[in-house]
C-alpha cells in the first residue's frame, strides 16, 4: 500500500487523508512535502468549496515519524531545514488556503497532529480522541512558528502544559479551551464531517474566501486591498434575493 | 410604536434597548446612528456608572435589517459607507465608552447581535439564547473591524465556525468560550442583570472609567498618559479608608 | 515566625512558599520585593528544573497587604514605584524565569494572588478555591502591565467582570476559560502539584527552558537568536535515541 498523503476532490469537497495507517499515521519528511503540494494544488482549484482533512485508520496523526530523526535532527542547518521548509512549508500552505477546512479528528492527535489539525478552521472530534505534544521526552522544544501556531489554536495554558509537562488532554478539555467545535461519539464523527463539509460547500464560496483573506489579514495586522469589490458580486445579489423571497439561496 | 434605540438614564444607571420587536430588533441604518449618537451621549454624562443594554421583547438582536439591504449593498462606495460609518461609527462608540456596558442577552443573538454584544464589558444570557453569524447564507463576509472585534470576543474557532459554516451556538458553548460572564435561567436573567448593574454603580466610578481606558490602551499598543493621577483622588482614600474601616465605602 | 517569601530547593524541584498565613498571605511590599529575589536565585542556578509555588496554610494569597496602603499609595510618586518596581519586578522575574512554574492554588486567589498565579506556567487548584480582583471595591484601577498580564491568562471577559463587576468566580469557570490547568479535590491536589512537578523535573530541563524562552520571545514578537543550536546537545541525541530503544530516557 502507498503511504503518503491522498487527496480526492469531487463535488466541491476535498477529501486530504494522512495516510500511514501502521504509524498512526505519524507524518514523514515526505508526507509534510506532499501535505504543502496537495494545499497548493487545492488553493488554485476554483472549484473546491471545502477541504475534509482526516487521517486514515482509527487515529488522526501521531507526531512526526521518528525512526527518521537519526537521520537529520542532529545537525542545526537540517535541522532548521525541516522545520522551516518542510514542516512550516506545509503549515503555511494550509494557513494561506483560502478554503475552508475541517479536521476530523479521532484517535491520538499529537505534536504534528496538533499542529496539523491548528491550521485548520473548524475541527470535529471523536469524544475518545487525545491531544498533546509531548516531545520534552524526546528531549527537544516546539520550533517558534509552530508554536505560535498551536499555541494561538490551543490556548498558552494547554500549550504550556503540553510542552513543559507533557501533559495528554481528552477532547472535553480541548472543546472547552475553544480548540474543538464539536465533539461526537465516535460513530457520530465521520457523518457530522461529512454534514459539515456540505454545508459549507453550500454556503456563498467567495464570501468564505474572503473571511479567510480578512481573517489572515487582521493577524498579520495589514489591510486587504479591496475589501468591498465583492459589492456587484453574483453570490451578494443571489444571498440577499434568495433571503429576501424567503427561498434557498443557489451559490 | 416609535422603533429605534431607547435610552433611559437614572440613578447612575443607563438603560440602552434595541427596540424593533416585529423584527426580533434587527438593526436598521438609522438604528445604528442613533446607537452611536446614544453612547456619545453617555460617554458625556459624568454622573452614568453603568449601561444596561438589551432587546426590546424576547430576543437580544437577530442581525441587519436585511429590507434595506437592497437600497445600497450593491454599490461598493455606499457598502463601504455602512460598514465603516454607520456599523462601525456606532461599535466604536461603545468601544471608546468608558463606561462599564453590560449586555442582557435572550432569544437569538446574531449578526449584528454578535457585534453589538462583543463591544460590552460584560455579557448574561439566558441559556435558552442563540448565538452565529450565518451570514454565508446571504453571500456576503464580514467586514474586516467588524470581524477582529467579534473574533477576539467569542474566540477565533467560534468565529470561523460562524462565519465559514453558518454555525449557531447555545450559551452554553459561548460560556466555555468566554463570551458569556454567566448563563442563567429565563426568568433569572433581568433581575441577575440589574444587580449586576447596581453593584457595578456601587463600585469605585473612575477606578471603572481608568480599568476601561488602561484596556483600551492595551490593545491599541499605546500607554496612558498618567496612568497614577488617580493617587490622591477622593475616591482612591475612600475605598481603602473604608476598607481598614471595615465598612461599605461610599463613592 | 518569620513571615514573607520561603524558598527550599532539593532534588530539581524548588519550592516557593507566599508565607504570611495570618493576613492569607497578602502580599507586603517586603514580600514582593523577596518574590523578586527568589525567582532571580532560581533564574541563575542551572539544577533547577521545576518551581512549585504555594501560599502558606489554607490559601493562596488574598491579594495585597492593605495595611500598608496608606503610608503610600495616595503620593503618585511612591505609587507609580510600587506598581511598577515592587510588583512589576517581582511579577517580571517570573515571567523571564526560564525554568517552568506550578502554582498550587488554594482558598482564595484574589488580586496580587491572580498576578502571581498569572505569572506561573500551569495552575492547579482546589475545587473550592475563588478567584478575583475587586479592588474597584478599595477605589483603585489595576495597572497596566498588571493588567495585561491577567487579562492574557484569565481571558478579557473574565479579567473585565473581576475589575469592573468585582466578580468572584469558581475554580470550574476559571478552568474553563483556561486559567486553570487541572481542578482536584481538595485533599488531592498537593499529591497532584507535587507529582506534576516531579514529572516536569524528569523532562528534557533544555528543551523546557527554550520553549519558555520560544512563548516570551513570540510575545515580544522578537526572534530567538539561535533557535536550533540544540541540535547536537546530549539531551536530544538521549531523547530520540531512548524513544527508538523504547526505554525512558535520562535527562
Redesign the interface.
Known amino acids: 500500500m502507498n503511504t503518503g498523503i491522498m487527496v480526492d476532490c469531487q463535488n466541491h469537497i476535498c477529501n486530504v487523508v494522512l495516510n500511514s495507517p501502521d504509524k498512526l499515521n505519524a507524518m514523514s519528511r515526505a508526507m509534510w512535502r506532499d501535505l504543502k503540494a496537495a494545499f497548493h494544488i487545492i488553493q488554485a482549484d476554483s472549484r473546491i468549496r471545502c477541504v475534509l482533512l482526516r487521517g486514515a485508520g482509527a487515529h488522526f496523526c501521531a507526531g512526526g515519524d ?2 527518521e ?2 537521520d537529520f ?4 542547518t ?3 531545514h525541516f ?1 522551516e521548509e518542510e514542516v512550516w512549508g506545509a503549515l503555511d500552505a494550509m494557513l494561506t488556503c483560502d478554503v ?1 477546512i ?1 479536521a476530523q479528528i479521532q484517535g491520538v492527535c499529537m505534536g504534528a497532529g496538533v499542529e496539523i489539525a491548528s491550521a485548520c ?3 470535529l472530534a471523536s469524544e475518545d480522541s487525545k491531544f498533546g505534544a509531548p ?10 512558528r509552530e ?2 501556531l498551536v ?3 490551543v ?7 503540553m ?5 495528554i488532554f481528552p477532547a472535553s478539555h480541548m ?7 464539536r465533539v461526537l461519539a465516535p460513530d457520530e464523527l465521520e457523518p457530522a464531517c461529512l454534514s ?1 463539509a456540505l ?2 460547500a453550500n ?2 464560496p467567495l ?2 474566501r ?3 483573506k ?2 489572515r ?2 493577524k498579520a495586522g495589514v ?2 486591498e479591496s ?7 453574483a ?7 434568495a ?2 423571497a424567503k427561498r434557498k ?1 443557489n ?1
Chains 1, 2, 3 share one sequence.
Open positions: 521518528i525512526a530523526y537519526p535532527r542532529f545537525e542545526e537540517a535541522l532548521r522545520h475552508p475541517v478552521d473548524v475541527r516531545i520534552a521526552r524526546l528531549g527537544f522544544p516546539m520550533a517558534a508554536a505560535a499555541s494561538g489554536a490556548g498558552e495554558m494547554t500549550a504550556r502544559a510542552l513543559l509537562a507533557a501533559e472543546a472547552a479551551q475553544g480548540f474543538l467545535t459539515m454545508r459549507i454556503l456563498a464570501a468564505a474572503l473571511n479567510k480578512t481573517l489579514a487582521l489591510a486587504l475589501p468591498y469589490d465583492y459589492a456587484n458580486s453570490e451578494h445579489a443571489e444571498g440577499i434575493a433571503f429576501i439561496p451559490f
